[in-house]
Structures are given as C-alpha cells and as structure tokens.
C-alpha cells in the first residue's frame, strides 16, 4: 500500500470522481478525433473481435492495489496493446481497448465515474503511441528498427497513463507524495518492455506459420497463471511486510491516551479502513472509553460501544481470531448490525487487557472502492492483536504504575505528590484572584500505637482516620495522605478565615474514639493551617508554610496558622546551608550501610550507601532536606563526593579481607548535569584502588529520562568505567519500555511502595510480577526494596526476583553496626568460580 511521503505538504483539490472523469472525456474526445480518426483504416471484423477478446482477457489478468480511497490494477495489457497496434492500427485499438476496460472495470466493481475515466485514460494511451508511431520508423515487424519504434510507442503510452493516474489522484485527494509514483512507474516500466517484446515475438511467430498458435496458447496461458501466481505473492509479501511496520510503530507509541489514537490509527492505515473503533473496558478510576479514527472525524458511533451487539459479543467468544462480515453474506441479525453503523464490511477482534476484562477492536469498510476484507486482511489484523495487546497492556500497566505513584497504597488517597499537583492547578486557574485553604493535620498517638501495638494497628489507625477526614471534609475538599501520620485537605476557595474555621470543625468531629487492635482508642489530630494567596501561590510554599504551622500547633490548642514569626524553618534552613561544608569535614555527615541479599542464594551482592546528618543543635536532621538543600546552593557534588569516598573506603576495607562486597551509591540528576562528574568518579575508584564492578550509582527515574541527561553521553560514559546503573524508583516516574531500552541501565528497583502489600494485596503482586517481567525481558536485574516479611520475600523469590532488600534483611547500619552484623549473622563462602574473592551469605 503506498503510503503518503509526510515530508510533501498535500493540499487537495477535493473535486469529486465525476468531474474528473468529465475532465478526461474533454480532453479525450477532441485528442482522439484529431488523432485516431484521420487515421482509422478499414478492419476486418473477425480480426477486431479477436483483438477485443484480446484486450478483455488481458485486462482480466490484473494485480489489484490501493491508494486511500482509491482502487488500482496493473495488468499485462501492454501484450494485448502492441499486438493490436500492429494488427488493427491505433484507432481500432483505442475503440477495441476502451470497450475492454469499460466492461472489465464495470465487472470488477469499479463506480461509473472510475469506469469511464479508465476509458479515457487508455483512448489518450493509444493517442500518444500513435503520435510517437507517426514519428518513428514503421514498416514490416520483422525490423529490428520497427521493434523500437513500438517499444517507444507502448513506454511513452504507459508513462502518460501514469502521469493521468497521478493528476486524477492529486485532484481527488492532494499530492500523495514520491511513494506512489514508485508504486506506478517501477511495474510500468518493467512489464512493458517485456510485454512489447513477447508481443512482437508472437507476432512473429504466427507471421511464419498460423500453427504457432499451437505453442503460442499454452505458452500464454502459463504465463498468466504465472503472473497471478506472483502477484498473489507479492501481496503477500507486501501484507508480511506491512504487519511488520506495524509491529515497529506500536512498539514506539506514547504511554497515555495519545498513544491508544496512534495504534488505532496505525491498524486503520494496514488495512486501508474507513473507520476503526477500539473499546477499553473501566480501568482503575477511569472510565470505559472508545477511541475512533475516520475519514470524517467521528469521534463516536453506535456499536462497540453497546454490550449487547452482536458483532462485539462473537468477537469476544471467538477462539478463532478476528470475525468478518460483509453485508452481502450476513443474516438479517448481522445485516441490522451492519446498518446501525452505516457500513457494508467489518472485521472485529478481541483485545486482552492487563485486568483481564477483553476490549473490542473493530475494523469497517475499505476506503478502496473496489475492494471489501478478504481472508488476508483478516489474517493481518490477527497478527497485529498480537502487538496490540501487548501495547495496550503496556499502557495500562504504566496508567497502574503512575496512579500508585500518586496515591498512597494504604489508604488509597491521593499523595505528597499528587497534592502538590492539584495546589498549583487550583491557584494557576487564576493566579490573581484565586484562592485556597491548606489544612495539614497529624495523628497525635501514632508514635506510641506503632511502638506499642506494631505496624498492623498503626495503619489501621490510619486508615480510621482516613475515613473521619472524608466523612466531615466539605464535598469539594481534596484529602491526601502525606508521609507518616500526617494527612491534609485542599479546600479550593476557601480564605484564611474560612479554612481557620473549616480545620477546627474537622478536628473537632475527627476527635473520637476509635476500635483499634481490640482497643479503644483516641483519635487526636493536631493541625497546621495554610492558604493563598497570602501565604504562598504555589504548592511547595503553601505545604512548607503548613508544616511549620503544624510544627507550632501543639502549643496552641491543636490549631494553628502560619504566620512569618513561626518561620523558623527558613532561618534554620539558612544556617544548615553555612554549615554543610564544615558538617563534611568534621564528621557530622556520615553514612550507614543497608545490605542487599541475593533472592535465591542469600549472598550478601551489595550494600547501599545512605547519607546521615547528625547536627549538634537540630538532632537528626532528614535526607530529602540537606540533599535538596546541597542542590539548591550548589554543594550537592561535594555531598556526593563525600558519599563516595565514604562507600568506597568501606569496599576496600573489605577488599583487604579478601572479600568481594559492592557498594551503591544514590546519584542526583543535579549531579548528572555535572560537567566532571565522570572524572571525579573514575578519581575516587582509582584512589581507594576499587575495580569499577564493584560500583553501582543509583538514579531516579526522573532524573534518566531528564531531556539534558538523555541528550548527553554521561551515562554511557558512567556505564564505560565498569560499574553498574540502577534506576532506584522504577514505576514512581514517566519512563516508557523504549525509552528505558535505550539506556545503558542495569538493573531496576522495585519501588517500596509495590511491595509492602504484596503478602495481602493481589493487585500489588501483580504490578509486582509484570514490572519484574518486563525488566527481565528487557535483560535487566531486578532489586525489591522495602521487604519487611518471609511471604513478601518468598513471593518475589518465585517471581525471579534477583535480589532484595529491607528490614527483613537488615535496617540501614553505621559502619561498626554492620561489622557486627556481620559477625553475628553472616557466614563466608569461598570466591565464585572465575572470581578472586570470597563471598558472604546470610545465615538462616
């Protein structure tokens, strides 16, 4: 099928087939009158019969292709054509051959309007060979100069036919670009010689003996059966062809809403349809929806979206692929379908989603006029479900990875994360005028019910609360759960006062008593208020100014708002950013080490490196907060220097004891963009004398898929110094498979936050297992972080998990901990085969 060049602008003329067919019945008439008739010669009838049949048997013997809407055929004519030019002369031929291809293209479907143009286009062929015959050298046919002279004649007609096609084309439709005249030009100009030259040769033979019919018919018969034959194969060939760029489109899709158009698309544009239509079944919170592609801009119609419609009901139930119906075969039920869409062809097939409730892909009608689907196009879509499924599940496993990712797995409420985003959709709506409340609340006892009852009775606490905050929230409210115990409620609208007096009635009904692990238990919320825009226009100054409201709420009354006098946060903030240096250098910012286990083996593979800062008036002070501190102020490749030496210096210490132990170390995407980022980390091996496999850097999601990260040779040049690259929050970002395929990446982490509930939680295993799959697929390791329990960890371990990591395993340790740890829990294996040191296992 040709396809049409992007790069050509197409600006059609959109006149319709009758008035281009008109417009070649003026040219060809008065051409024809001028050309052919002076030259009309008297003809014996019998002998223009024969030359009739002629041209109709040829014409017959056609290879059928499409352009858009347009319906094409290649034929030997050309052998029919020369043999007629010779017998009869031009004008008889140009009578003979119109009538053929007027019958022929009747009889094969074609409209009126392409018929008669077809007439035109072959009276103009015969117009031009005689123009060109007029000049060239004629006489008897056994000259090899006569030969020549039709050859000229026949190539010059087919290339006017071609030029005729293409402005028909283009006037119908716009300029379709280079493609097409390769599909026109290329057979033009390979089976006409060939059929000039059998032509004149039979010509010949039959000159010398009337009986070389004998071996001529035969002779032709085979050939024609032989060219079928071929055509039906380079079909073929095209439809394998064409399957496989379908394959290659669908696997470069978006991962969202615009990807599902571009398959759709992409299945319409294979089988040259009018319409398509795919139906998805509800997915998470959204809603069933179908996605359609037509010539006119449907965006729906009556069908597949209806359960009860028969053709979407045998589609789902087929175990035999795809179904085709044609109006002119279907029963009445089928016929009434047929109609309610206002097509007369359909193919329909059933797509599998990754819940595993089957959507419907639904093909209608050729944009061909003369074709309907066939056994071939059937077997094509059957190819292509194939990599439509896949592409779909795809999508829908990423639209599960992202939802997660904004809502906490616990209480199914929307995250940090998500909250932030609906903040700043709320105040960009009008950054003037715009208005809104930020309660942030706390659990008072959460604390003490973990430390005294567990995980279990905490979360169930949490889950309590959860419940009061949306039962007394006002309806238009936005609840999050935030880390921890605290929640918050976006109160669009709203002003300070009002969400002043909102956060009192919501602590007040919230203050209950609640059954907890068999206990009664107080339900105690403390409350930070926050609101724009007079205390911020966008989310991260509203939540920062809401939690040093919190921070102040104990004091006063459980309630509290931000004022500047509580901004103490920002002063403290000031002063950490002074100290970072000198924190380094005396030894307040240090490392502890978590150890990641082997899942099948239960080596000891690695040790992740995390970063600890123990100030000596603020305690311990939170990761996220200096880190993001170094890279606003521009210090975070000291801290990760700092890191790494610490990390590399405990390798070798290992190393010296003849034991082979890799340490990570987390990488941020400041630290990417770094210019020397490479040279320093090839320095620090080189000082500490630490093969480079013994090194993995661990990046976020986000911060590989960032355009200056990916634009930039420094992962590659990271991945070149022999260490290993770890995505460490694979699922929680927007990374799509293609993109993650062309990245020189290791090994994924399995996000936390789709392993804790795995033991209780089939959704969870789920997301899990084909995250683990699609890793694996892709020959990457896998490491699941956040294993707290023996079922979690049995479970990844069937699942093939490589490795994991948790507090199952071990929390995070300072340096003589971990020494302890592992005298007391590990045992020592002897080097691996082809290795030179030692191994260390965990002892059960």
């Known amino acids: 099928m040709a396809e049409q060049d992007e790069r050509v602008p197409s600006r059609p003329l959109r006149l319709s087939p009758w008035t281009v067919a008109w417009m070649g019945l003026a040219v060809a008439v008065p051409v024809s009158l001028w050309v052919l008739v002076p030259r009309a010669e008297a003809v014996d009838p019998v002998l223009l019969l024969a030359v009739f049949v002629g041209l109709v048997a040829a014409e017959s ?97 087919s290339i006017l036919g071609v030029v005729l096609i293409a402005a028909a084309i283009t006037a119908t439709q716009g300029y379709p670009g280079r493609t097409l005249w390769a599909s026109f030009l290329i057979p033009a100009l390979m089976i006409g010689p060939v059929s000039v030259v059998v032509g004149l040769a039979v010509l010949l033979l039959v000159g010398a003996t009337p009986w070389a019919w004998l071996l001529i018919a035969p002779l032709v018969v085979a050939l024609a ?17 064409r399957v496989y760029d379908f394959a290659r489109r669908v696997e470069q899709v978006s991962p969202d809403e615009a990807g599902t158009r571009q398959i759709v698309e992409a299945v319409r544009e294979l089988l040259n349809a ?38 979407r009901r045998r589609a789902v139930d087929s175990a035999d692929g795809p179904v085709r119906v044609s109006l002119a075969r279907a029963d009445e039920v089928e016929a009434a379908a047929l109609n309610r869409r206002g097509v007369s062809d359909l193919l329909g097939a059933a797509v599998m989603t990754a819940a595993g409730e089957p959507g419907y892909l639904e093909v209608c009608d050729r944009r061909s006029d003369i074709h309907s689907f066939g056994d071939n196009d059937r077997a094509a879509l059957d190819s292509m479900l194939t990599h439509v ?3 779909i599940r795809h999508q829908q496993l990423l639209t599960q990875i992202r939802y997660d990712a904004d809502h906490d797995r616990l209480t199914g409420l929307p995250n940090r994360q998500r909250l932030a985003a609906e903040i700043d959709q709320v105040l960009s709506a009008d950054p003037v005028a715009a208005r809104a409340g930020l309660i942030l609340a706390a659990l008072g006892n959460y604390t003490e019910v973990t430390d005294t009852l567990g995980h279990a009775a905490s979360d169930e606490l949490l889950l ?36 002043e007096r909102a956060a009192r009635r919501l602590r007040e009904a919230a203050s209950t008593r609640a059954r907890v692990a068999g206990l009664d238990l107080e339900v105690t919320l403390t409350i930070g208020v926050a609101a724009a825009p007079v205390h911020g226009a966008d989310s991260g100054m509203l939540m920062q100014r809401a939690d040093v409201a919190l921070l102040a709420a104990a004091d006063s009354g459980g309630v509290a708002s931000y004022h500047p006098v509580l901004d103490q946060q920002s002063l403290r903030r000031l002063q950490l950013g002074t100290e970072l240096e000198q924190a380094m250098a005396d030894g307040q910012i240090s490392v502890v080490f978590q150890p990641i286990i ?50 590399l210096a405990r390798c ?59 634009d930039s040779t420094v992962l590659a ?63 990457l390791r896998v490491v699941a972080e956040g294993v707290e329990d023996e079922l979690t960890r049995n479970l990844l371990a069937e699942m093939g998990c490589d490795k994991l990591q948790g507090f199952l395993v071990s929390r995070p340790l300072p340096d003589d901990r971990l020494e302890s740890w592992l005298l007391a829990r590990t045992g020592v294996r002897s080097a691996a085969p082809g290795a030179t040191h030692r191994r260390l296992f965990v002892r059960t």
């Open 389 to 391: 499924n896949a592409a």
């Open 274 to 311: 009018d319409r398509v239509a795919l139906w998805l079944p509800p997915y998470l919170d959204e809603e069933p929806r179908m996605v359609v592609v037509a010539d006119n801009g449907a965006v729906w119609y009556d069908g597949p979206g209806d359960p009860d419609d028969v053709f």
């Open 61 to 157: 013997f056609n290879v059928d292709f499409e352009f858009r809407k347009q319906g094409f055929s290649w034929s030997p004519s050309e052998l029919a054509f020369v043999m007629a030019l010779v017998a009869v002369g031009g004008a008889w031929t140009a009578v003979a051959w119109g009538f053929a291809v007027g019958i022929v293209s009747l009889v094969q479907g074609y409209s009126r309007a392409k018929s008669v143009f077809n007439v035109t286009v072959v009276v103009l062929e015969a117009c031009a060979a005689v123009a060109v015959l007029e000049v060239m050298p004629l006489g008897d046919i056994s000259e090899p100069l006569v030969w020549v002279s039709y050859l000229v004649a026949v190539l010059a007609a």
């Open 225 to 241: 059966l032989v060219y079928r034959r071929f055509a039906a194969v380079t079909r073929e060939g095209h439809s394998v062809e």
């Open 717 to 779: 040049d990271l991945h070149g110094l022999g260490l290993r690259l770890s995505m460490d929050d694979f699922g929680t970002g927007y990374s799509s498979l293609s993109q993650l395929r062309q990245l020189p990446i290791d090994e994924v982490k399995i996000d936390k936050s789709f392993v804790l509930g795995m033991s209780t939680s089939q959704g969870e295993s789920f997301i899990a297992r084909s995250i683990i799959e699609l890793a694996h697929n892709l020959g």
């Open 652 to 710: 070798r210490r290992w190393l010296d004891q003849d034991i082979a132990l890799s340490v990570a170390v987390n990488l941020s995407v400041h630290s990417l963009t770094e210019p020397d980022l490479v040279d320093r980390v090839r320095g620090a091996l080189q000082r500490h004398r630490v093969p480079g496999e013994l090194l993995t850097l661990e990046l976020t999601e986000g911060s590989v898929v960032d355009d200056s990260v990916r």
């Open 598 to 647: 082997d899942a099948q083996t239960s080596d000891i593979v690695s040790v992740e490196t995390l970063v600890r800062w123990a100030h000596p008036r603020y305690g311990a002070i939170a990761p996220d907060d200096f880190i993001h501190l170094a890279e606003q102020i521009g210090r975070i490749g000291a801290v990760t220097d700092h890191v790494l030496d610490l990390a």
């Open 464 to 499: 309590v609360t959860a419940g009061l905050l949306r039962e007394h929230a006002p309806p238009a409210a936005v609840l999050a759960r935030m880390e921890g115990e605290q929640f918050a409620v976006l109160l669009p609208g709203l002003s300070l006062q009002a969400t």
